[in-house]
């Protein structure tokens, strides 16, 4: 019997596509989001509001993630940025070559912004880069509080947290407080913005927290970004 | 459940490896998984099985090191394994820690013998 040291990655594949995206994103001063929640949580809600209160001449895109049907990407294509859905066919989630797939003919120097639907699912997501700056969780109240503590990994590998549909809060069982203090105790540095795509309620505190994270992400074009 | 592209990728590469050593024949593959990496051990191990079965891999088995999360106090370096999502510093109890075990989805070694 043999041993044979070998070293890297299992999806190292997936890793070398992503890291390839990441800096084709930073060398366009693209920022570039990966959306993920349980299916339902409201990420097509979030992004619809989103695009509704951007400019015409917003330089955003979106590719939205399912394993069937192009429902999302009509209901986004609705405002007029460029849309692009990929159907994984069964797959639970999106990799890196389905993004670099997809992004194949378009023109990164068009693009500031690059929002990624996944598909719905708190748990395969997680393990697949797919270049983004950093991962947003949507959490919506009529789940379970503590889904963070079921769900650790994607919780941890989140930037931020929105903690969706509050305006069904007096009709549902769910303890905000304590999935804060879940969230938090899962990811001490998590952010937390509680929203209602219904209502409203939090979208300008999501909206600033986009400009910010443009900010952070490519200091020195501060004054391109026009959100 | 990506178990099954998971254990197809480690096939895949592993095959790539074994197939460059003429003569030898692939016994086991040695992973190393965090308990951060979204794998579930069990369900890779059946997708593994599954997949090498009637194959010319089917002797072939899958070890699975299970790693906890561990982190790393940048105040006074102490390293420790997080349990019940506590993070921070056991020692000193401060809070910035920072991850330096448990995402892990790799390769450990692999072991062969001549056919």
Not at chain 1, 68 to 90: E, H, K, S, W, Y
Request: hydrophobic share 40%.
């Amino acid at each position: 019997m043999n041993q044979i040291p070998m070293a890297g990655k299992i999806l190292k594949e997936n890793d070398r596509i992503a890291a390839q995206l990441r800096a084709a994103f930073q060398a366009h001063n693209i920022l570039c989001l990966n959306l993920v929640s349980s299916p339902g949580a409201g990420k097509t809600s979030l992004l619809e509001r989103t695009l509704e209160s951007f400019p015409a001449n917003e330089r955003v895109a979106l590719l939205t993630g399912d394993l069937q049907t192009d429902n999302d990407a009509r209901r986004l294509a609705r405002f007029g940025f460029p849309v692009r859905q990929i159907t994984t066919g069964g797959t639970c989630h999106l990799d890196a070559r389905m993004i670099e797939r997809v992004l194949a003919d378009w023109k990164f120097e068009d693009l500031d912004m690059l929002l990624i639907e996944n598909v719905g699912n708190l748990v395969c997501p997680s393990s697949y880069d797919l270049g983004e700056a950093a991962k947003v969780v949507v959490l919506s109240v009529a789940e379970g509080e503590d889904k963070p503590l079921k769900y650790p990994s994607m919780f941890f590998k989140s930037e931020l947290l929105i903690l969706n549909k509050i305006d069904l809060l007096p009709h549902v069982p769910f303890d905000l407080a304590k999935a804060r203090e879940y969230a938090l105790r899962v990811h001490p540095d998590i952010e937390i913005i509680e929203v209602s795509c219904t209502t409203g309620a939090g979208l300008p505190q999501w909206l600033h927290w986009l400009k910010q994270r443009r900010e952070l992400q490519f200091p020195s074009f501060v004054h391109a970004v026009r959100l | 459940m990506h178990e099954v592209s998971i254990a197809n990728s480690i096939l895949e590469a592993a095959r790539t490896e074994a197939q460059a050593r003429a003569g030898m024949r692939l016994t086991k593959i040695s992973v190393r998984i965090g308990e951060l990496a979204g794998i579930d051990p069990d369900a890779l191990s059946f997708s593994f099985e599954a997949l090498v079965k009637e194959t010319d891999l089917e002797k072939c088995a899958l070890e699975i090191e299970f790693l906890p999360q561990r982190h790393e106090c940048a105040d006074c370096g102490q390293r420790f394994v997080v349990a019940d999502f506590e993070t921070r510093c056991p020692k000193c109890g401060t809070a910035e820690t920072t991850l330096i075990s448990g995402n892990e989805l790799e390769f450990a070694h692999l072991e062969m013998e001549e056919t």
